[in-house]
């Protein structure tokens, strides 16, 4: 049974992190971005000091090294850093969805070399329905629930179209934990965009989609 909440006007607060899958919400009072989590930087680091380490061999061995592997080492460095950079640079300072009161839109970034590049979706507040909180995980497997509970925080447009902003996944024995923190992220953003949130399965209108950002 799906349960509505008319979320409250909302409330000057300070700034909070929620954990997500692979992610992280950053709730502000007047924005909230679903950013990589921490975690995220650590490759694209490597590949930027691995990108740096070829370029400073080519330069100070240069005249020792093998034409083919100066060179091979030289496309390396050419490549690894700026693409590496960037993608340390989205992991730290970037989000993958950015909820603007002031602007009163939704946007989903493309994430196009895992860089947040480019608008995938751009959704005014006035095209949005509600907020929705639901279990992805609900299909049982051979020999009863799933290992972990999936919760998915998602927006439901005007059109139908749902579109994912976070997802939590927790082991089953701590899905009340899973379901109160997605629960949370659902109600920061119902209160900022001013939209009913509901928790539970609800059937969506007629053509409805979904779309998983």
């Known amino acids: 049974m799906a349960s509505t909440i008319m979320v ?3 409330m000057a607060e300070t700034r909070r992190e929620i954990d997500l899958h692979r992610r992280v919400c950053v ?3 007047d924005t909230i971005d679903i950013r990589p989590a921490r975690s995220a930087a650590v490759l694209p680091l490597l590949l930027f000091l691995l990108g740096v380490g070829a370029f400073v061999a080519v330069l100070f061995l240069l005249e020792s090294l093998p034409f083919a592997l100066a060179l091979l080492l030289m496309g390396g460095a050419i ?3 700026p693409f590496a950079g960037m993608g340390f640079v989205y992991s730290v300072y970037g989000a993958n969805v950015v909820i603007d009161r002031t602007k009163r839109t939704a946007l989903w970034q493309q994430g196009l070399f ?3 590049v480019g608008t995938a979706e751009l959704v005014p507040f006035d095209k949005m329905a509600r907020i929705e909180v639901d279990e992805l995980s609900r299909e049982e497997q ?4 799933q290992d972990f509970a999936q919760f998915e925080v998602r927006l439901l447009k ?7 902003i976070g997802q939590v996944t927790v082991p089953r024995e701590g899905e009340e934990i899973g379901l ?10 119902a209160e900022l965009t001013g ?6 399965r609800q059937p969506a209108p007629a053509g409805a989609g979904s779309t998983v950002a």
Request: proline share 13%; charged share 20%.
């Open 8 to 10: 409250p006007p909302p």
């Open 114 to 116: 895992g860089m947040g």
């Open 79 to 81: 490549l690894l850093v």
């Open 142 to 145: 051979e020999g009863g629930a």
């Open 27 to 29: 709730i502000k009072p």
């Open 158 to 164: 005007v059109s139908g179209r749902r579109l994912s």
């Open 180 to 189: 109160a923190r997605a629960a949370e992220v659902g109600e920061a953003v």
């Open 195 to 200: 939209k009913p949130l509901v928790i539970g």
